[in-house]
């Protein structure tokens, strides 16, 4: 298997505009997650799904950003508009049931102008 | 809530040095412990894990032990190599939320040869 993979690597944009991060978990893994790293924060959960459905989402910092798991194989992030604050690397997780060993994407790192 | 502190970085030590990077928690119930690493431009690897007292984990010359008397994990290596240059993670999960990984910031070491 080819691992976690997470589109764009980098991404660079301008305050206000919309951002899309996109992930594809590990084939059968029916856990993903939604992390955020920053030098000041350390790295945060932003939200988790099982089989698709979104479970906690109690750290997503505030109504701009936003997930969806359409199907097994895909999930994305949006944040609507983004801010500098945003700028962040965000990786993505899967794992086939909770307390297992995550599997990490090499992220994407988001700089927000 | 769960907790993880490990020692601030960054730390930098000449090949063949010992290393040790201390980890202690705070957690309901019994948590699973983890190193996870992260190497320059990469996501999070596991490295070694434990879920119960007195467990050490290992994993490339690296090793752990869980003490719960201490509630510590500390990682250690006999004798560093430059190519172990990377940012390691001390995490856990526990009890209800076992799906949720709860990370320290994070301490970068530098081999230098």
């Known amino acids: 298997d080819a691992g976690v993979i997470q589109s764009p690597r980098h991404e660079v944009t301008e305050m206000g505009q919309e951002v899309t991060l996109r992930c594809k978990p590990i084939s059968g893994h029916d856990y993903l997650f939604w992390y955020r790293q920053t030098m000041m924060r350390g790295l945060e959960l932003l939200i988790y799904?099982?089989?698709?459905?979104?479970?906690?989402d109690s750290g997503m910092p505030e109504d701009r950003f936003s997930a969806k798991m359409p199907n097994a194989s895909f999930s994305t992030l949006k944040i609507q508009p983004s801010e500098p604050r945003d700028s962040a690397v965000y990786f993505c997780?899967?794992?086939?049931?909770?307390?297992?060993?995550?599997?990490f994407g090499a992220g994407t790192r988001l700089s927000v102008l | 809530g769960n907790s993880v502190t490990q020692m601030e970085g960054p730390v930098t030590l000449s090949e063949e040095a010992f290393l040790t990077i201390n980890c202690t928690y705070t957690a309901t119930g019994y948590p699973s412990l983890f190193w996870y690493v992260q190497y320059p431009g990469e996501g999070l690897q596991l490295l070694l894990k434990?879920?119960?007292?007195?467990d050490k984990g290992s994993n490339k010359g690296f090793e752990a032990t869980y003490r719960k008397e201490t509630t510590s994990f500390h990682l250690e290596k006999g004798s560093v190599q430059v190519s172990d240059s990377a940012v390691y993670f001390c995490?856990?999960?526990?009890?209800?939320?076992?799906?949720?990984?709860?990370f320290g910031k994070g301490t970068l070491l530098t081999v230098n040869p």
């Open positions: 997780a899967s794992t086939l049931r909770p307390g297992n060993i995550q599997y």
């Open positions: 434990a879920t119960k007292a007195d």
């Open positions: 799904f099982n089989n698709n459905v979104p479970i906690d």
């Open positions: 995490a856990l999960t526990s009890g209800g939320s076992n799906y949720k990984l709860t």
